[in-house]
């Protein structure tokens, strides 16, 4: 055979995705597997599906509460102590040793593990009970706590990493290793895209005054789903997606005649390929002219009328900020965005908490309160699931010297309070309970696994169902674990 | 055989004369713990009689049929339907052992067990017929056909109530109902019929109907519900805790009066919760459960026992080829989920909509259950066409130029129950007329011409619609202005520079001084265009706003950066981490930020840095200040000394001058330490800036090493 013949005996072979040899070996294979498949998983020939890989249908697997999620990361570990999780038992005993029967063998971190005491320490802060539901929260979130008859608080979630990059990865993608998708990309693969004219998972990262750590692209990666699911980052500078303005000298008109050129060039390689990875190269390429039009119209903040900034607070006019984030993220969420992540950064008080953390709060409190606010006046709160929270929480006991006005807490996965709002979450709600040193649950406990399947269950989606094979193997956002939280849904 | 058989007949005489005994003296017997055991060997020993019968039935009706020895089926099937008798009587006097233990009652008790005394006895007078039994040409007569063929249907009815009493009475045709689960209508039910009722039907009512009316109660109507029993009224309104029937609910499940008694089907923790909280809530007959607030008690049980009721659509689906061809990038056409035939409608991009965008769904209007049209430029035709869509539940017409005129329209929408208005022109008005619509649940008017008290008032009169008006701005929210805006950020520059304020809040006046004085909203200059500073300058501005607490203050002192030197280099080298842009940083004109490990600072750990500058031609220096940043609770200070060598080469170099900075009790940011030098025709300038080591007691890290940070060095 001459050389033209074998590559066209190839694309014959792609087009028929399968030769004869692998046919019949696979039709061998494939009726045994059958049969037994059909004893072991009753389900299989239902036509309900055990979870193949998504393929084209992108709908949810059943009519979902949720459209859409805003993540308001609190990178750092937010101290539950001096937020939604007070203890009283705390001040009292400020200063003693925490008993070894509490801490129970808890694996510490290398910041902590070798001081020879643990003191307890009470909140710097005061707490007070808002709202119908009479939910604590700390003084340093006044704005949340206006609305926290919109909140369900959950005080009773753990973690099973104690640092903070496994931490922050466990609660993105499922795992503490990375390389799986993240939570946005498993949407996206799961949903697909509202509005084909922006990315269906969007990331927004703003920075704190308080002690910081990382956030990186690691975080919002599509790990082994297609490329089109990843993260797109919005910046606050002038370009907000990096790379999707015109290069200049370049109008829209010149920009058109080459994506159809290019477009027409494209379809004459698939007429004689068939690869489907070119049509998805051509669809790419269009969103991203469409883009050039609408991610100007969305990071426009320009028009927010007076009262929209007295909402968030006037730095959501500051590009960058956390409040014009949120603002941000309102308005991607409006216009299709199925999964919008934000970090803010700075929440890590090994030392100087009760400065450092009003500093924090004051940069995030009336913003996160305002989306909520706003989104529920829109008619929006009700398809739109907004959580607010931290990758782990942090110890009743101090870090480093003790005084009542100047302590540090270290990372503590066993016990961390975070709030979620609307998308078929029961408002007004406290949810799970720690024991009186705030270091153990005692009641409704809620691992990261479940509050994942709890998520996905609000859009629509089966968690055990949403898989994607990779290296011989299904995987899931919730690996083999998750129990959807029932108890807090509407 | 005849022993065994005769043995047999003595045995059966004896069971059917206790079987008897167990029927009249029910009430009378204690039942010995070794009878039990025979008694709960019941659901084994049915099977005995069942099986036998068949067989009996069988034989005796088809035996013409078969090809049999002569004889053998009439002692065949005498055989069988003896031992049929026999084991039957077992079973009944088991049953009847059985149910004296307790716990079963009812009609499918009260059936089971008169049926199987029947069969038991139908089937004893058979056994006695069956020597006549034999008709004149060989077959059984048709009576002895028929007896058996109606104890066989006995069989069948009486195993059946048997089977429902053990397992549930929907146990067999359960599967059949899968997925047609009760449901509950949100908008539409009524407590007490809907949910109270049902409970009481499911669980009391068997005891407490009008028929039966154990103690006297009476719980199928409202009138006798309120009347109670011999006991007294069961219900207090309003009281919960005085309530019998609550009381009765909560006793210890071994307590002689607890309801519904042991054995029984108990109620579900959310069905006590229910009734308690309605009979607490007032026990109101007639209340709607769409009036109860989102977060009532009773609502949220409601939720809790009745899986929401899921829309129910009685449309088929589109077809698939049709929906695919209505979506482009801007009107998105999707099934609410996999299998759903319900539709949801979305449009995106203001400039890509038309005439038509609305118009095309006109092949899909029976499904679409939901549009998002916000922020589209609808016009009066999309009016009329928003009519057709009537399975509409939810629209969203946020930010569109609707106003009072579509009301009318979208109170025909039968089915609406979530309606978006906000931002729109729609007032008090339309609104009211919105609210007609009986399924409406949820409407927003948000940034509308309807104000507080206009929503209050109407709320009030339709209170199973949430009308939500969202934030609004009373004036009573006073904020302070974020800082004012200096640029540009560095405060190094050359020979002048062009300053330039803003603010991110539009319409904020900026007030700003260039003297050092603190601005103020009276004396200080107005911010107009961009000014030009072209020595040390400080400036310092703040912003006001009516209705906004002015801004705090921004400064930014400005330095002239003074005699350019040709180039410098460091004798120190800077921490491998902060290192900037090595020996360039200091001359480069930037300053750093408050980060730093921004790459624009040089950072040296408990060593000092020692720069060496180097001039072209020969000058003569007033001054020579070192930039530094200042951060005391991560260990950053100022130099403990700093101090400026000079001459016309490093040889010939010289003490010019040197300062210990003072240390401020509290520092941030950063600072120009300012070293009044004197020296002429300088080719040549060594500075040495070095730490504190250790750090001063009483302040943060004390004892430790200090760091410095430089980001520029200025020579006047």
């Known amino acids: 055979m001459n050389k033209d013949k074998v590559i066209e005996k190839e694309v014959e072979q792609a087009r028929l995705y399968q030769n004869r040899r692998q046919f019949l070996s696979k039709l061998s294979i494939g009726i045994g597997s059958a049969a037994l498949g059909s004893l072991l998983i009753p389900d299989l020939f239902s036509g309900k599906g055990t979870g193949g890989d998504r393929g084209v249908s992108m709908l949810p697997h059943f009519a979902p509460k949720a459209k859409r999620v805003i993540y308001l990361f609190q990178s750092g570990g937010v101290s539950q102590l001096e937020s939604f999780d007070p203890k009283p038992k705390l001040r009292e005993m400020m200063g003693e040793d925490l ?37 604590w929260v700390s003084s340093v979130f006044p704005y949340m706590a206006n609305v926290v008859d919109d909140l369900c608080i959950i005080r009773s979630l753990h973690t099973d990493a104690i640092n903070h990059d496994p931490a922050i990865t466990f609660f993105q993608t499922g795992a503490q290793q990375g390389n799986r998708p993240s939570m946005g990309a498993w949407l996206s693969y799961g949903l697909g895209s509202e509005n084909q004219n922006l990315p269906a998972f969007c990331v927004l990262v703003s920075k704190g005054r308080g002690n910081g750590q990382g956030v990186y692209a690691k975080l919002w990666t599509n790990g082994f789903l297609d490329s089109v699911h990843q993260g797109v980052q919005f910046m606050g500078g002038p370009d907000p997606v990096l790379y999707l303005s015109d290069p200049s000298g370049t109008d829209r008109i010149s920009r058109r005649a080459l994506f159809d050129k290019l477009a027409e060039l494209n379809g004459l390689q698939f007429d004689a390929f068939g690869d489907p990875e070119i049509t998805a190269k051509v669809q790419q390429y269009e969103m991203a002219y469409r883009m050039q039009t609408s991610v100007p119209e969305v990071t426009d903040l320009a028009k927010e009328p007076d009262h929209i900034i007295k909402l968030y607070g006037p730095d959501c006019l500051v590009p960058g900020t956390y409040a014009a984030n949120c603002l941000l993220a309102r308005k991607l969420s409006e216009n299709g965005v199925r999964f919008v992540q934000l970090y803010h950064q700075g929440w890590d008080q090994h030392d100087s908490l009760p400065g450092q953390m009003a500093l924090q709060a004051k940069d995030v409190d009336q913003a996160s309160a305002a989306l909520v606010t706003d989104l529920k006046q829109r008619g929006l709160l009700d398809e739109t699931l907004v959580i607010w929270g931290g990758e782990f929480g942090r110890t009743n006991y101090c870090q480093g ?17 975070v709030w979620m709002a609307g998308g078929g979450i029961k408002p007004g709600v406290v949810y799970g309970e720690t024991d009186e040193f705030g270091y153990n649950i005692i009641k409704d406990p809620v691992h990261v696994h479940d509050f994942h399947a709890t998520i996905l269950h609000q859009l629509g989606l089966d968690h055990e169902k949403l898989t994607y094979r990779h290296l011989g193997r299904r995987y899931r956002l919730t690996d083999v674990a998750g129990t959807i939280v029932k108890d807090i849904l509407v | ?81 003896f031992a049929s008798v026999v084991s039957a009587a077992f079973t009944v006097v088991a049953g009847l052992l059985l149910a004296q233990e307790g716990g079963y009652e009812g009609a499918y008790f009260l059936w089971h067990k008169w049926l199987g005394v029947a069969l038991l006895f139908l089937s004893l007078l058979l056994l006695a017929y069956h020597r006549r039994a034999m008709g004149p040409t060989g077959g059984y007569r048709l009576l002895f056909r028929a007896g058996l063929s109606i104890l066989l249907v006995i069989l069948v009815v009486a195993g059946h109530f048997g089977a429902s009493l ?17 449901t509950l209508d949100m908008a539409t039910a009524a407590v007490f019929p809907d949910l109270v009722y049902p409970i009481l039907e499911a669980k009391c009512l068997s005891c407490h109907s009008s028929t039966k009316a154990k103690g006297g109660l009476v719980l199928a109507d409202t ?13 207090v309104r309003g009281a919960a805790g005085e309530s019998l029937i609550i009381e009765r609910l909560l006793l210890d499940l071994d307590h002689e009066h607890r309801m519904p008694p042991k054995g029984r089907p108990q109620l579900k923790a959310e069905e006590l919760a229910l009734i308690s909280a309605w009979v607490a809530s007032g026990a109101d007959f007639n209340i709607p459960l769409a009036s109860l607030p989102s977060d009532d008690t009773i609502r949220r049980l409601a939720l809790a026992l009745y899986p929401i009721a899921e829309d129910e659509y009685d449309f088929p689906a589109a077809d698939a080829e049709i929906v695919r061809s209505l979506n482009t990038p801007y009107r998105v056409v999707r099934p609410v989920a996999e299998s759903s035939p319900a539709l949801s409608v979305s449009f995106f991009g203001k400039a890509f909509y038309t005439a038509e965008s609305l118009e095309a769904l006109k092949p899909v209007n029976r499904q679409v259950v939901s549009i998002t049209l916000s922020g589209m430029p609808l016009t009066e035709a999309d009016r009329d066409v928003l009519r057709t869509f009537t399975n509409l539940r939810e629209l969203k017409l946020n930010g569109t130029p609707v106003d009072d005129t579509w009301c009318d329209i979208l109170s ?75 640029t540009p950020v560095s405060k190094f520059f050359r020979d002048s520079l062009w300053v330039v304020l803003r603010h991110p809040v539009p319409g904020v006046e900026l007030r700003y001084t260039t003297d050092g004085s603190e601005p103020d909203s009276i004396h200080s200059s107005v911010y107009r265009e961009p000014f030009l500073v ?18 705090s203050e921004a400064v930014r002192t400005f330095h002239p950066s003074g005699h350019p030197f040709s180039s410098v280099v460091l004798e120190t080298v800077p921490s491998t981490n902060y290192k900037g842009r090595g020996s360039y940083t200091l001359h480069d004109l930037e300053s750093g930020g408050s980060n730093h490990a921004d790459g624009k600072w040089l950072g040296f750990y408990g060593e000092s840095m020692v720069a060496a500058l180097f001039f072209d031609k020969a000058i003569g220096i007033g001054m020579v200040g070192v930039s530094v940043k200042q951060d005391y609770p991560i260990h950053i200070y100022p130099p403990q000394q700093v101090e400026v060598w000079g001459g016309a080469n490093a040889e010939q170099a010289e003490l010019l001058g040197q300062l210990q900075p003072e240390l401020f009790t509290s520092a941030l940011q950063s600072r120009v330490i300012e070293v009044p030098v004197s020296g002429r025709d300088i080719r040549y300038l060594r500075i040495e800036a070095k730490p504190y080591v250790p750090i001063p007691v009483g302040y943060p890290a004390a004892g430790n090493p200090a760091w410095i940070f430089v980001d520029e060095i200025i020579v006047r």
């Not at chain 2, 099977?47 to 020895?69: D, E, T, Y």
């Not at chain 2, 009030?460 to 004012?484: A, F, M, S």
């Open chain 2, 412 to 486: 025909d929408i039968p089915k609406l129950h979530t309606l978006s208005l906000s931002s729109t022109s729609i007032t008090e008005a339309g609104l009211m007329a919105v609210l007609s619509v009986p399924s409406l649940r949820s409407v927003y008017v948000w940034n509308t011409a309807i104000d507080a008290i206009a929503v209050e008032k109407l709320q009030r009169q339709y209170p199973h619609t949430r009308i939500e008006l969202g934030y609004i701005d009373d004036g009573q929210t006073v904020l302070p202005l974020n800082d004012p805006i200096i």
């Open chain 2, 166 to 182: 053990t397992h549930g009475g929907d146990f067999l045709i359960e599967p059949l109902r899968n997925g047609k689960q009760k």
């Open chain 2, 1 to 81: 055989m005849k022993i065994i058989q005769s043995l047999f007949l003595n045995i059966l005489i004896g069971l059917v004369v206790f079987t008897l005994f167990l029927l009249i003296f029910e009430y009378a017997v204690v039942i010995p713990p070794v009878l039990q055991v025979l008694g709960r060997s019941h659901p084994l020993l049915l099977h005995f009689p069942i099986v036998l019968l068949v067989l009996a039935w069988g034989l005796a009706c088809f035996q013409n049929r078969l090809v049999l020895p002569a004889g053998f089926a009439v002692r065949m099937v005498y055989a069988l339907l």
């Open chain 1, 401 to 417: 010297n003790l005084a009542y006005n100047n302590y540090g807490r270290d990372h503590h996965p066993r016990c961390f309070s």
């Open chain 2, 534 to 551: 072209s020595e040390s300058t400080s400036v310092r501005v703040k912003g006001y706003k009516p209705g906004w607490i002015s801004s």
């Open chain 2, 223 to 235: 009138g006798a519900l309120m009347r109670g029993g011999e006991s007294g009224p069961v219900l």
């Open chain 1, 99 to 135: 008993p070894e029967s509490v801490r129970g063998g808890q694996r510490l971190t290398g910041m902590t593990a070798s001081q020879a005491t643990f003191p307890l320490v009470g909140s710097y802060y005061d707490f007070a009970q808002y709202g119908k539901s009479g939910a």
